[in-house]
């Protein structure tokens, strides 16, 4: 089973708005990533998790928190957010060889 | 100069054709290359993944990974409609380090 699920798919919320997106992999992947992919660009990676704990954050505001709370689940919490992060949020896992499986993604849209 | 320069494209090939997709790098330090498939408003889907130089062929897909040029390529035999989509082309040093895209060629194969 090759499967990043994510959840919501779509999602619109207010900038006062408080949400979180979810991932799940059953791979047993020991990395699992955050990405945010705006349109016609690659996607931007946001945050790396590897053995649970965070070793990548790539100058991110805060308001975005990640979470891993275990090895298959990866949570993005989302707060006071701009108009401007509207975009693709893409999970994705691997093992130490980077073999990256993303998910489907959830198409965030702040109002 | 960027890490990883792709062609953004379009590229429009007939039906039946072979199509050839390219990348360049500027750090020796990558050891795996991948390439993504990805479709309009869906996740990057895994095509290919290699490590370190040589030739890897998977049905009508074939990759390329020259270390000594810095030059990777993915070749479509038979182009089809349904490989109508943006190829990313994505490489890394390894571990759980960063993975670096290319900007993306948008493939149109025309019935």
């Known amino acids: 089973d090759t499967e990043v699920t994510q959840t919501p798919k779509h999602l619109v919320m207010g900038m006062t708005n408080k949400k979180s997106l979810k991932c799940e992999q059953h791979?047993?992947?020991?990395?699992m990533y955050w990405y945010k992919q705006k349109a016609k660009k690659p996607p931007e990676l946001m945050f790396v998790?590897?053995?649970?704990?965070?070793?990548i954050n790539e100058s991110v505001p805060s308001r975005f928190s990640p979470e891993c709370p275990n090895s298959s689940l990866l949570n993005l919490h989302l707060h006071a957010l701009q108009p401007e992060d509207s975009a693709l949020y893409l999970c994705?896992?691997?093992?130490?060889?980077?073999?990256?499986?993303f998910g489907p993604g959830t198409r965030l849209t702040v109002l | 100069q960027k890490e990883v320069e792709q062609d953004p494209g379009p590229l429009s090939v007939p039906e039946g054709a072979i199509v050839s997709l390219n990348c360049t790098y500027s750090?020796?330090?990558?050891?795996?290359f991948m390439w993504y498939r990805q479709y309009s408003r869906k996740g990057p889907e895994l095509l290919m993944y290699?490590?370190?130089?040589g030739n890897k062929e998977d049905g009508r897909f074939t990759a390329q990974v020259d270390k000594s040029s810095k030059y990777i390529s993915l070749f479509i035999r038979d182009s089809q409609p349904s490989d109508s989509a943006t190829y990313l082309c994505?490489?890394?040093?390894?571990?759980?380090?960063?993975?670096?895209f290319g900007t993306g060629t948008k493939l149109q194969v025309i019935p």
């Open positions: 994705a896992s691997s093992n130490g060889d980077n073999e990256q499986f």
């Open positions: 998790y590897s053995y649970e704990k965070l070793s």
């Open positions: 791979m047993g992947h020991r990395a």
């Open positions: 994505a490489m890394s040093a390894g571990g759980y380090q960063k993975v670096t």
């Open positions: 750090n020796s330090a990558f050891q795996y």
């Open positions: 290699t490590y370190s130089s």
